[in-house]
């Protein structure tokens, strides 16, 4: 039962879809995880650097911006006068707090080409009080670690536009002192701080749309960007090394993940929708297949297992589709065969020229018969009938006439048995044999008298008949009581020696077998009756 449920083709449609389903559902997996989930995560990885890359470029334009204005300071006369000094109201005309504070700035440094301080102006960080120096001593003593620094970075190589950090992180431009029309020799130094507090970070984040925030860290990272993904938001930081130093100011900007996660929820929702969908698809095809065509096709073996055509309720027949089409042709098939066995069993029990039953038959009958009287001791019956002069019939009118004689007379001789209900059949050339279970010796003989009667009414022409002008027929009777033993052949062989005395005794006549005939010599008890 298990081997032949999974040889069905139910089993094999169930077991390929579903395991197309599998490799499917598989694959969906497997395409998700190794490449819709980290295509995007890559997607948020480059918008995030794209945000890093964009307040980095605003730090740079700061740095440029502070860069031109130190320049545009230190490339002027009155500078280049107030470092020789000769233009006293140079403080005096350009420097106030004013001024600091809207361009924001927070310390500027005037140096002569060796290093030493000039001026220096600035904010003072404590009181965001504006105050000038010479010397970065007493109350601008807040200013020597920054002097400092800038001394050591004209005693190297100076960098135009740098990060200090120093106290607090700033950034820093510097520019050598030279005319306005850029003409040298240059005589000092002119540095420019911008402090990257709170309110530089206010503007940033105005200006960039960015919540940017600064943090100095104390060692350089090997990489310089970095993300952290934590959640519904993601921390992304960039390092910038500051002049002199191994610390670096960190940007940091703390972004919303709401894009990538509402990406992701569509993601899943259409990978559920799709895995929904396979699974409705296959489901459906799985059922329309059970439904169009297993369901019938069960049905169809069972219709072509059952034996009888009477048992087709009209359900499949009655289809229009491929099954009920496959049916018809079937059913067609089934009937034609039907029929033609029908004729076989005929022809092979009947004789074609006349109808009746041969000898095949009759053998056959004759065996059941006689066991069955046999069995249950009752009287049986058997005649074997001659048409007399036969061949002279056929000799005078022809084969053809002969043959029309035989049916005729068959006809007749049908007529009667059917009439008293026993079997007769065709069991040779022009001789025929009957069987009548239950009859007794007197009842047969009535029988054979109404089967000559029947063929003298028939009056066919017979002229060169010795008998009568008219075709006759002979009949022995044999009883199986009478019969040496109960084999049908010897129950047979008692009406055959009946129907010889027949013929002996001149023909046109019924013999009744008597017993004393199963010697050898014929008895006389079996005179024609
Ligand atoms: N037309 C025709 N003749 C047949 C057929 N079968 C047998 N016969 C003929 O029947 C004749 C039988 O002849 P016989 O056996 O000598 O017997 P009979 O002439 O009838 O003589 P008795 O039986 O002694 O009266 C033969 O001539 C056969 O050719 C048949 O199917 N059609």
């Known amino acids: 039962m298990g081997q032949r449920f999974s040889l069905s083709l139910r089993f094999r449609f169930f077991a390929v879809l579903g395991g197309l389903l599998i490799v499917a559902m598989i694959a969906l997996g497997v395409i998700s995880k190794w490449l819709i989930f980290p295509a995007l995560q890559a997607e948020e990885r480059t918008a995030v650097q794209r945000e890093l ?34 233009n006293p109201r140079y403080t ?6 004013q001024m600091f504070e809207d361009m924001n700035y927070h310390l500027m440094a005037f140096f002569t080409l060796e290093g030493n301080i000039h001026f220096l102006a600035g904010l003072d960080p404590a009181t965001g009080r504006y105050q000038t120096c010479v010397t970065a001593a007493d109350h601008c003593a ?7 620094t800038m001394q050591s970075a004209i005693a190297n190589q100076v960098d135009p536009t740098t990060l200090y950090i120093e106290q607090w992180p700033a950034m820093v431009a510097a520019s050598q002192v030279l005319h306005t029309d850029e003409s040298g020799p240059p005589n000092g130094w002119l540095f420019k701080v911008r ?11 105005d200006y960039t749309g960015l919540p940017i925030s600064l943090q100095v860290t104390q060692n350089i990272a090997e990489t310089p960007t970095r993300l952290t993904f934590l959640g519904n938001h993601v921390h992304a930081s960039r390092q910038f090394p500051a002049f002199g130093t191994e610390q670096a100011v960190t940007v940091e900007i703390e972004l919303n993940r709401a894009q990538y996660l509402a990406n992701l929820t569509t993601f899943r929702y259409i990978l559920l929708w799709t895995a929904g969908l396979m699974l409705l698809v296959i489901g459906m095809v799985l059922l329309l297949l059970e439904r169009m065509v297993l ?13 009888s055509l009477q048992k087709d309720n009209g359900e499949l027949t009655q289809r229009q589709d491929e099954i009920g089409i496959l049916s018809r042709a079937f059913m067609e098939q089934l009937t034609c065969q039907h029929q033609l066995n029908a004729e076989l069993l005929k022809m092979s029990t009947h004789d074609s020229l006349t109808e009746l039953p041969n000898r095949r038959l009759f053998d056959q009958r004759l065996t059941c018969a006689v066991s069955q009287a046999t069995e249950e001791d009752e009287p049986l019956a ?18 053809q006439k002969g043959d029309e004689c035989l049916q005729q007379v068959a006809t007749a001789l049908h007529n009667v048995a059917n009439q008293h209900d026993f079997l007769i059949a065709r069991t040779g050339g022009e001789e025929f044999s009957a069987l009548l279970p239950g009859v007794t010796p007197k009842a047969a003989t009535e029988f054979a008298n109404a089967l000559i009667a029947a063929v003298d009414r028939l009056q066919l022409s017979h002229a060169t008949s010795p008998v009568r002008a008219f075709v006759t027929i002979s009949v022995g009777i044999g009883m199986l009581k009478d019969s040496e033993t109960s084999l049908p052949s010897a129950v047979m062989g008692t009406a055959d020696q009946a129907l010889y005395l027949a013929k002996a005794s001149g023909r046109h006549c019924v013999v009744l077998f008597k017993p004393p005939l199963a010697s050898p010599s014929i008895s006389k008890q079996n005179t024609p009756l």
């Open 195 to 205: 402090a990257l507090n709170n309110a530089w970070l206010e503007r940033m984040a």
């Open 142 to 148: 807040w200013m020597t670690p920054w002097v400092e």
């Open 295 to 307: 369901k019938p096709l069960r049905q169809l073996t069972a219709f072509t297992q059952s034996a």
């Open 92 to 97: 005096e005309v350009n420097f106030s707090q």
């Open 53 to 86: 890359d964009r307040a980095e470029r605003s730090l740079i334009l700061n740095q440029e911006n502070l860069l031109a204005q130190a320049r545009d300071w230190a490339h002027w006369d009155d500078t280049y006068r107030f470092i020789e000094g000769s």
């Open 382 to 399: 058997v005649m074997m009938l001659d048409i007399d002069h036969f061949k002279l019939y056929n000799d005078y009118y022809g084969h």
